[in-house]
């Protein structure tokens, strides 16, 4: 059976995200869901981290705000995100006491990350001669481009990124108002549908 495009562009991406990041922690190899806290929304992503799939269980009045329901999506995608992390790190072989209990206690609120302060670089002495820039290499990839996908209707924009496949949405607020569950869905997946169209790496 011949790989459709998706799959093609998806087995790209984590080729990439491999080279960049290490292979440990992109380990997963199927798809993955998260939920909000109510399970009201579902997303699913693939193992590089990108929606390919929308659920939603409900749409009440609050959810036809556009800034709750955004809420709602990124908060279903960090944990879809979280997921996809765990049956990596899974995948990997079983952790040491230590390590399980940092991340316990991470969780729990007792440990904090912190983030260290990149040294001050030393004053550099000016330069008389013109240098040339390093060329790119061709396996280097733009983690950092946004790629964006609309709705068939154009309600719905989304952008994606290499390393963040919920990196922007913009909803229509007067068609959230009145549109159905189903509407609202399909919409979503089109536009996460037409992003990845143009996204593959």
């Given at each position: 059976m011949?790989?459709?495009s998706a799959?093609?562009?998806a087995a790209s991406r984590l080729a990439a995200l491999r080279r960049l990041y290490g292979e440990e922690h992109y380990q997963a190899t199927e798809p993955v869901w998260g939920f909000d806290d109510g399970d009201a929304v579902g997303v699913q992503i693939d193992p590089t981290g990108w929606v390919v799939d929308v659920r939603l269980a409900r749409l009440d009045e609050t959810m036809r705000e556009v800034d709750v329901l955004r809420r709602l999506l990124r908060q279903a995608y960090a944990h879809a995100e979280l997921v996809r992390l765990a049956s990596s790190g899974e995948r990997r072989g079983p952790i040491n006491e230590v390590d399980a209990q940092r991340?316990?206690?991470l969780l729990r609120g007792r440990r904090r990350i912190a983030v260290r302060r990149p040294e001050r670089p030393p004053h550099l002495a000016r330069q008389d001669f013109v240098s040339t820039p390093p060329q790119r290499s061709l396996e280097t990839v733009d983690r950092f481009r946004v790629h964006r996908g609309v709705s068939r209707e154009g309600e719905i924009?989304?952008?994606v990124r290499l390393t963040n496949?919920?990196?922007e949405?913009?909803?229509d607020a007067a068609w959230l108002r009145v549109t159905s569950v189903e509407n609202l869905r399909y919409a979503l997946k089109?536009?996460?549908a037409a992003a990845y169209q143009q996204g593959d790496v």
């Amino acid at each position: 059976m011949t790989p459709s495009s998706a799959d093609l562009g998806a087995a790209s991406r984590l080729a990439a995200l491999r080279r960049l990041y290490g292979e440990e922690h992109y380990q997963a190899t199927e798809p993955v869901w998260g939920f909000d806290d109510g399970d009201a929304v579902g997303v699913q992503i693939d193992p590089t981290g990108w929606v390919v799939d929308v659920r939603l269980a409900r749409l009440d009045e609050t959810m036809r705000e556009v800034d709750v329901l955004r809420r709602l999506l990124r908060q279903a995608y960090a944990h879809a995100e979280l997921v996809r992390l765990a049956s990596s790190g899974e995948r990997r072989g079983p952790i040491n006491e230590v390590d399980a209990q940092r991340g316990l206690d991470l969780l729990r609120g007792r440990r904090r990350i912190a983030v260290r302060r990149p040294e001050r670089p030393p004053h550099l002495a000016r330069q008389d001669f013109v240098s040339t820039p390093p060329q790119r290499s061709l396996e280097t990839v733009d983690r950092f481009r946004v790629h964006r996908g609309v709705s068939r209707e154009g309600e719905i924009t989304v952008g994606v990124r290499l390393t963040n496949g919920l990196a922007e949405i913009e909803i229509d607020a007067a068609w959230l108002r009145v549109t159905s569950v189903e509407n609202l869905r399909y919409a979503l997946k089109e536009a996460f549908a037409a992003a990845y169209q143009q996204g593959d790496v």
